[in-house]
């Protein structure tokens, strides 16, 4: 499925060593001032959403934002910190190429995340 999106993400627990099972993502398309969302996924079993954020063929070039609710997430995880040092994290990142796929993982812990443009 991944491979025929235009836009997909991936969530990995890198603390308990697993996929994240059951992030809220949202995803928001960034128009100058503009902020509009246009979709809201919860990610399965193996971190990912069931469909594509976005189909391949629908993607457009521009300015996108994923959140992800990072400390519901690990909301009953004993190590983590209370309150959550992270909340809801936020990457903005552009599409260049809209006929290209996107897929966008974040590899989290309680107290940091890292991402990468993957395939």
């Known amino acids: 499925m991944a491979a025929h999106a235009g836009l ?39 971190g990912r959403t069931d469909a594509p954020l976005i189909e391949r063929g629908s993607l457009q070039g521009g300015t996108y934002e994923l959140t992800f609710d990072v400390a519901d997430y690990f909301s009953d995880f ?19 190429d809209p006929d290209a796929h996107y897929h966008v993982p974040l590899v989290m812990t309680p107290w940091s995340y890292s991402t990468y443009r993957g395939s």
């Open 8 to 46: 997909s993400t991936h969530v990995l627990d890198t603390a308990r060593g697993r996929p994240a099972q059951g992030v809220r993502v949202e995803l928001w398309r960034i128009q100058g001032e503009e902020r509009r969302k246009l979709t809201a996924a919860i990610t399965n079993a193996d």
């Open 78 to 96: 004993d190590a983590a910190a209370d309150p959550p040092f992270l909340d809801v994290v936020t990457l903005r990142f552009t599409v260049g």
